[in-house]
């Protein structure tokens, strides 16, 4: 099989020069040629998996979406994150009147042991009383005791959101006091706070798009296979990793097989 690289068009959207291509037909009439680290989802008898080109030995069986859902011209361009969202690793900052509005206790910014802790001593626990009453020991009750540095009966302008479901607050008194939201791990680590879209822009379609086509979603993350076509091709500053929460969906996929792997080294003009 013969392949060429358009060197003009590969500098364009290129800020470095692949190597090495490679090259993959499928037994259907499909072709596409892709860097060697791009990462296929495959299936064999193990089941689902993310595989470099490089390694496919051409008894995989590719995966790939049966149709491309479109919506309607008429359709709403409103983001639902508010449902969508994990509620319990979705950590969302409000404003200052908000939280002392809806007066959000002090443990609401805080996740597992440490928020029952914070919460039980908020409404005047001891020490030896949290230990008794929840399954926490008494060294770890008395460590955040001791390390607690904020003030117990002021509200918390972050919460999980689950708890600002819970509200059972209007979306348009939340569209004014929502600050930023974060994923938040179960060792309590959290992202950068991103202000959430309450609506579809063109931006963040073409994002979307971007992130279909260039990425992958791994451990919480939006990973790009290759950064330097998404920031050359769009002007648009893009890092290697960029956190993430994504939603649950559904989506039908078809399995293709592979009829001929190719390495094809790019042209030099």
Same mark, same amino acid.
């Given at each position: ?14 800020? %470095? ?6 090259? +993959? =037909?499928?037994?259907?009439?499909? #072709? ?21 080109? #490089? ?20 359709? &709403? ?17 409000? &404003? ?11 443990? #609401?910014? *805080?996740?597992?042991? %440490?928020?029952?802790? +914070? ?5 005047? *626990?001891? /020490?030896?009383?949290?230990? @008794? ?20 009966? =002021? ?7 689950? *708890? ?16 930023? /939201?974060? *994923? ?29 086509? #260039?990425?992958? +979603?791994?451990?919480?993350?939006? %990973? ?13 500053? +893009? ?5 993430? @929460? ?5 989506? %039908? ?10 390495? /094809? ?5």
């Amino acid at each position: 099989m013969t392949a060429r690289l358009n060197t003009s068009l590969r500098r364009t959207f290129f800020s %470095k020069d692949a190597t090495d291509l490679v090259s +993959i =037909e499928t037994r259907d009439g499909n #072709e596409f040629t892709v860097t060697p680290e791009h990462k296929l989802l495959v299936v064999d008898e193990t089941g689902l998996s993310w595989c470099q080109a #490089e390694s496919l030995s051409g008894d995989e069986r590719i995966v790939r979406p049966l149709e491309t859902p479109v919506a309607a011209r008429d359709s &709403s361009t409103s983001l639902d994150w508010l449902s969508s969202m994990d509620g319990d690793r979705t950590f969302v900052t409000v &404003s200052e009147s908000f939280a002392e509005r809806y007066e959000i206790p002090a443990e #609401e910014n *805080y996740i597992k042991q %440490k928020k029952a802790v +914070i919460g039980c001593l908020r409404r005047g *626990y001891s /020490v030896d009383e949290i230990a @008794s009453e929840h399954d926490i020991s008494r060294k770890t009750a008395a460590n955040y005791a001791r390390t607690i540095s904020i003030p117990l009966d =002021e509200p918390s302008k972050t919460c999980s959101l689950t *708890y600002l479901r819970s509200l059972d607050v209007a979306k348009s008194e939340l569209r004014s006091h929502v600050e930023s /939201v974060r *994923y938040v791990a179960p060792n309590n680590r959290r992202s950068r706070p991103i202000t959430p879209p309450w609506e579809l822009t063109p931006d963040l379609a073409r994002f979307v798009g971007l992130a279909i086509s #260039e990425a992958r +979603i791994e451990n919480g993350r939006i %990973k790009f296979y290759n950064a330097e076509y998404v920031t050359v091709s769009t002007n648009m500053p +893009i890092q290697r990793s960029a956190t993430t @929460s994504p939603a649950t969906t559904k989506k %039908k996929f078809e399995m293709t097989t592979i009829a001929r792997i190719t390495n /094809v080294p790019p042209r030099v003009a």
